[in-house]
């Protein structure tokens, strides 16, 4: 099993430019959850999605958005990037909300 | 003050020593989850528990309910032990993390 697969791996970007950070889990997982990580700072949820068919904001939402596609695949898009977007972003999945979560390996974005 | 509060920051140990990693939080809590993260950035899951003790290996992670807080033990520490890990605790639809602890172990 691939577990939870993020794509791309690494981005750089341009101030303004847009992009979508793709995700998909095979676990047959009920939730899927987008989080952002910086330096000294612990995992921040950015947009969950309890179930397929519903997202929900988390901590930190503004300058993106999200779309669960199907139970499989959750997406995170920006929309006009900003250098404060520089991070690292992890999707994860899980049977239910709550419970272990699984994680992809992170995308490493740098907006210039 | 942020709902997880880890301790140390940083820690540095020679190999085969104990290790403990301290979490404290603030909030109701469903579960307490302890995650590795290794240099290469990718996070495991170690532990997710809700009351006593676990134990796989050498980890061990308990929890006081009462108290809210957590310990993540190490026994004989080994340089691949090297990784941050990192409290989080799941409530009402998310997980709330620490900062994380950098572990380093020297041969």
């Known amino acids: 099993n691939a577990g939870v697969t993020q794509t791309p791996k690494f981005q750089v970007l341009k101030t303004g430019q847009s992009m979508t950070l793709q995700c998909a889990q095979d676990m047959n997982h009920n939730s899927m959850y987008w989080y952002r990580q910086d330096p000294g700072m612990g995992l921040r949820l950015i947009y969950y999605?309890?179930?397929?068919?519903?997202?929900d904001k988390g901590e930190v939402p503004n300058g993106y958005n999200v779309s669960r596609l199907n139970k499989r695949e959750f997406s995170l898009r920006l929309e006009s990037a900003a250098p404060s977007q520089t991070s690292v972003y992890f999707c994860?999945?899980?049977?239910?909300?709550?419970?272990?979560?699984?994680f992809g390996q992170g995308t490493r974005l740098t907006v210039v | 003050k942020n709902e997880v509060e880890q301790s140390p920051q940083n820690l540095t140990a020679q190999e085969g020593e104990f290790i403990t990693i301290n979490c404290s939080y603030s909030v109701g809590i469903s579960a307490l989850h302890w995650l590795q993260q290794h240099p290469g950035g990718g996070i495991v899951s170690l532990f997710m528990?809700?009351?006593g003790k676990k134990k796989h290996g050498r980890l061990i992670a308990t929890i006081n309910i009462q108290e809210k807080h957590s310990s993540l033990h190490i026994t004989a520490s080994h340089p691949r032990d090297s990784a941050v890990y990192i409290c989080?605790?799941?409530?009402?639809?998310?997980?709330?993390f620490g900062a994380g602890t950098r572990l380093t172990v020297k041969p």
């Open positions: 528990l809700s009351s």
């Open positions: 999605s309890a179930s397929e068919g519903t997202t």
């Open positions: 989080a605790v799941s409530g009402n639809n998310d997980m709330r």
């Open positions: 994860a999945s899980s049977e239910l909300t709550g419970t272990e979560a699984f």
